[in-house]
């Protein structure tokens, strides 16, 4: 998967939470346009995907029973099977996305997909299209975590307003990168139990270091800053 998640720090804690176009390089021998002829008759995908980058998980002496679910504050513990926590016996994820095309780019096939909650990199197990009438349950019930999170107003400072326009002016990054930026950082990408208004994070999205701070209803950009090198 090829998205601008650079981190696990600002990945939206579930799929479709974001409008972010990602896409997959398909490899031999899977870069074959037959296989995914018919395709295109699907609006929406099922990833099952590897957490690949999760050292803390997929083998027995190491498993969790229960976790602290950010949904719940992250100080209350429920059982892992409960929860779409990354701490799992077995180190497999599952999304569903919206397809926006397929196309062949050189010696490989790129499924291009909208509002995946993937790591840069992460490895794709396999691709299953998404059946409406089987796999939405209209009387499923969810939970604590039943409605969507709420979304913090995003504003930008001084300092990074005039980054802003710099990386504007010079054509690396254009409108569609702000409006992804501020759709992750509405969500409040910090850990549940940090509250502290003062603190400044710092989260990679794309080649961008994201430099911000939260309080109870404002999400505010400080600054914007060119990594070096890509991850």
């Known amino acids: 998967m090829c998205s601008p998640y650079r981190e696990k720090f600002g990945i939206p804690r579930q799929p479709n939470l974001v409008n972010i176009e990602s896409y997959i390089d398909m490899v031999e021998p899977y870069n074959d346009l037959l296989a995914f002829e018919g395709i295109e008759q ?3 995908l099922w990833l099952v995907w590897q957490f690949h980058d999760n050292k803390n ?3 027995a002496d190491k498993f969790r029973p229960q976790v602290r679910p950010p949904r719940l504050g992250g100080n209350e513990k429920i059982g ?4 779409r926590s990354m701490y799992r016996p077995s180190p497999i994820g599952l999304s569903v996305v919206k397809l926006n ?5 050189g010696k490989s096939v790129r499924v291009y997909v909208t509002g995946s909650d993937l790591l840069n990199g992460t490895p ?3 691709i299953k299209p998404y059946i409406q ?8 019930q969810s939970g604590y975590a039943h409605v969507e999170p709420e979304r913090k107003a995003v504003i930008w400072n001084e300092t990074a307003l005039t980054a802003q ?3 504007l002016q010079n054509k690396e990054i254009d409108s569609q990168y702000i409006d992804e930026l501020e759709q992750v950082l509405a969500l409040d990408p910090r850990p549940a139990y940090q509250e502290d208004a003062e603190r400044i994070y710092k ?3 794309s080649d961008f270091d994201i430099h911000f701070k939260v309080d109870q209803f404002v999400v505010t950009v400080i600054d914007v800053v060119k990594t070096s090198s890509l991850t």
């Not at 095309?101 to 780019?105: A, H, I, Q, S, Y």
């Not at 089987?134 to 009387?139: G, K, L, P, R």
């Open 42 to 44: 699907f609006s929406h």
């Open 57 to 59: 998980q997929g083998s």
């Open 80 to 83: 892992v099977f409960a929860t």
């Open 101 to 105: 095309k397929v196309e062949k780019v």
């Open 124 to 126: 794709i197990l396999d």
């Open 133 to 140: 009438y089987s796999d939405a349950i209209e009387e499923a």
């Open 165 to 167: 326009k710099y990386f």
């Open 203 to 205: 989260m990679k999205f």
